[in-house]
């Protein structure tokens, strides 16, 4: 069997074993299939097993690579994992229908105005999560976690978008849990259903933690070469 195809089956009965284990419900975490720096020759076997659900971190390289398969396989959801920056939200917007990394006001505020300037856009048709910069790392981008609630009913009121839910990359030294767990309490304080966090080394524990959406790239694909 194709190995990726392998990797991807043990990945998703993992994953309902866990919510099993952990007393999730049946089927309430996405496995969104990281695909950056891979091929479309690497995705094709998910996309023909129906998988729908990718995640790319940087936003030309999704363009060129997700534009040609969005017109074959039409139920495809991508989500931008990577930082936006502002030049880059039209292009972003094309092509990703979740960005997860929304980490300021002047980012939003961006989107918001494209998608209002834009006829062939839809509100309705996109999500947005707010990135946590959970371990208040200097170089890691999104929002101090004091400051979240404030931020998303910013947000709420001064923009049309639809926040679903939080993110979060933990630290890379750190044990992932207790921002997990971080993470979560922040998603209930704000009301928020939906908390994207969880990669290869430890989506089970953040399927615990109450994860709906984890982000497995090279425990899919294999290890990337840059
Ligand atoms: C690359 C990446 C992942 C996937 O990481 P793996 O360890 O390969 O599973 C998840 N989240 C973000 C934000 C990433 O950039």
Known sequence: MNPIIKNYNKILTDIRTSEKLFLRKHNSVKLVAVSKTFS??????LLELDHVCFGENRVQEAYKKWMPLKIN?????LHLIGPLQSNKVNQALEVFDCIQTIDRQKIATKINESIKSNELLDFK??????????GSEPQKSGIKVCDVLDFYKWCKKETNLNISGLMCIPPFNESPEEHFELLNDLANQCNLNQRSMGMSKDFNLAVKCGATHVRVGSGIFGSRST
């Open 40 to 45: 479309d020759k690497d995705i094709k076997p």
């Open 73 to 77: 396989f039409k139920n495809i959801k």
């Open 125 to 134: 048709k996109f999500e947005f999560m707010i990135q946590v910069n959970t």
